[in-house]
């Protein structure tokens, strides 16, 4: 990918429209280095978190956080900024309103304006996802229903929302990199209720499909066949499991990295640990790689993975 010499930025309260030209800063981003966009949409005015100066004009990254998060948190928990700089336009942390819409019937009502924000934060550009947990499901959903499919998405710690899997329209398909725990106290492997929070009550949370039917889902979506290439790994300090399936005739690779033993959302880099072996430096070359057309025709599992062992 050409590295352009003047990346987006995204003032504080100014329009999405509103971007202005600066240098690429060198070093880590920090969270506090984030910036404040007011964005309008036809619900009201909503909020994202943009990282400044983060290299190549173009390409743009939406990561969602989870459910009753915050999207600076997010930022400082996953860094996929940090991982991308100097290879997309921006990385955007768009904030929900509680809850993201990802197609469970107890958060619907948010749908019209969850989408309205990200339609004005694509505003044209080429554009991939990424999330944790509600934020990987709103990303999953987004996959399936946008107008114009995103070109690659990473869904952490998420499952396919029973409901949505039931009514999600035909469409294209994403190449998809799916993160899921191998035991996740909140999203049940067998499928089912999301257990709940303090406050919610069992079942007002909505159903998921079991992990391998969210699996099953998006291999026939992927129109992915065949037995996929598989690499064990140490991901962020956790034992995984990587299978990678290419998509067949008119399809996109599809990869599942599972992670061994307990956790929910975005896995935490070890104690004085870089980017190296982490997932958000996985997440960042998934999306890098699937985002160019003229990749090379293979799946691109041992480049996008080789500094996990």
């Not at 600076?72 to 900024?81: E, P």
Request: charge should be positive; glycine fraction near 14%.
């Amino acid at each position: 990918m050409t590295r352009a010499p003047s990346p987006f930025r995204m003032a504080a309260a100014r329009p999405v429209a509103a971007l202005a030209h600066e240098r690429v800063a060198p070093g880590p981003l920090l969270p506090q280095a984030l910036r404040p966009l007011s964005v309008p949409t036809p619900q009201g005015l909503r909020l994202a978190h943009v990282a400044p100066g983060v290299g190549a004009a173009g390409l743009r990254v939406l990561a969602f956080h989870g459910g009753g998060g915050d999207g600076r948190r997010f930022a400082g928990r996953a860094r996929l900024h940090e991982a991308l700089q100097g290879h997309v336009g921006s990385v955007v942390y768009p904030q929900a309103e509680g809850h993201w819409a990802d197609g469970r019937v107890g958060v619907e009502r948010g749908w019209p304006g969850d989408l309205a924000l990200v339609q004005a934060l694509a505003s044209g550009a080429p554009l991939c996802l990424a999330g944790a947990s509600n934020g990987g499901m709103f990303a999953l959903r987004l996959a399936c229903e946008l107008a114009t499919p995103p070109a690659a998405v990473v869904a952490v710690s998420a499952a396919m929302p029973a409901d949505l899997a039931l009514r999600a329209p035909a469409g294209p398909p994403v190449p998809l990199m799916l993160v899921q725990w191998a035991e996740d106290p909140l999203l049940p492997w067998a499928g089912g209720h999301v257990a709940p929070r303090a406050g919610a009550g069992h079942g007002q949370r909505g159903r998921v499909l079991a992990a391998e039917e969210t699996l099953a889902f998006w291999r026939a979506r992927n129109r992915c066949a065949g037995p996929p290439r598989h690499r064990q790994a140490r991901i962020s300090g956790q034992r995984a499991e990587i299978h990678a399936w290419t998509g067949g005739s008119g399809g996109a690779d599809l990869w599942r990295v599972i992670l061994q033993g307990s956790g929910h959302g975005w896995p935490s880099r070890q104690p004085g640990a870089g980017l190296a072996g982490s997932l958000e430096q996985m997440a960042a070359r998934f999306l890098i790689w699937f985002s160019q057309k003229d990749r090379p025709a293979s799946a691109g599992l041992e480049g996008v993975s080789h500094d996990v062992i």
